[in-house]
């Protein structure tokens, strides 16, 4: 039997397939413009901002010490890029939501067994807009002021050496989040319904999820994955509620 953590994988790799078969490709065209429009302009802006954002988070050290700086600034390198992706990942979300719940509808109707999907809709679309955003905006709420408390600790020295790995598991979380809750909130499962059976599944949820964020870490494969992860996020569902 395969391990629960390692099924997240396998929806992830099925869902790129899914998304990359000719009766998905117009339901992604979508969410992939959405999201290069948004790559191209955090990395502009991260690119002339970055190291500064290294600099200032960076503790100040006593020259006895300043041997450290070698240990340290990587490390810190990979929390600003932890919080520059994170941020790029959410706001995508954000925008793409009302495309990507779309999409879900529709991965859900291939996984089931039926093809026929109806005519392209901008009023089918455009009535997901409200419950989509409204989701999105549950979402921030549960992501902020966790997000803002590991900032917080980032600004610690010392203890800030702790907030990479942190950063990093609660992304790994987020991302399950994120993806599975557009299957969920298509089937009008609540938010806190959809909290209880993730944790529920928390091995399965986390494999996922950690795959998913992975992928999406590597420039320009993200901005493919996103849609992908839709799509795999959907397949979880499907499966895993049976």
């Known amino acids: ?3 629960p953590v390692l099924s997240g994988p396998q929806y992830l790799r099925e869902g790129l397939k899914l998304v990359l078969s000719p009766s998905l490709r117009l339901f992604v065209l979508l969410p992939l413009a959405v999201n290069l429009l948004l790559f191209v302009g955090l990395i502009y802006f991260a690119g002339h901002q970055f190291s500064l954002w290294v600099d200032s ?13 070698y240990v340290l600034w990587p ?31 529709k991965v859900e109707v291939v996984v089931r067994g039926t093809d026929d999907f109806p005519a392209f809709s901008w009023a089918e679309l455009m009535a997901m807009v409200p419950r989509t ?3 999105e905006a549950r979402k921030l709420g549960y992501f902020l002021p966790r997000a803002i408390g590991l900032f917080i ?3 610690i020295p010392v203890v800030n050496i702790i907030a990479a790995p942190l950063w990093l598991l609660f992304g790994i979380w987020m991302m399950a989040i994120q993806y599975i809750d557009y299957p969920a909130d298509n089937h009008k499962m609540s938010w806190q319904d959809m909290l209880a ?4 599944k928390r091995w399965q949820s ?15 494969l993200n ?20």
């Open 1 to 3: 039997m395969q391990a």
């Open 57 to 69: 988070l960076m503790p100040s050290l006593p020259s006895w010490l300043s041997f450290l700086n």
């Open 75 to 105: 490390l810190f390198v990979v929390l600003v890029g932890l919080m520059v992706f994170f941020t790029f990942t959410m706001l995508a979300n954000v925008i793409a939501a009302p495309f990507n719940g779309f999409l879900a509808e």
């Open 133 to 135: 955003l409204g989701r």
């Open 153 to 155: 600790l980032s600004l």
């Open 197 to 200: 059976w993730l944790r529920e």
């Open 206 to 220: 986390l494999g996922f999820g950690g795959s998913v964020y992975l992928v999406l870490l590597v420039p320009f």
């Open 223 to 242: 901005i493919l994955m996103m849609p992908a992860a839709v799509a795999g996020a959907t397949l979880f569902w499907v499966r895993e509620r049976t």
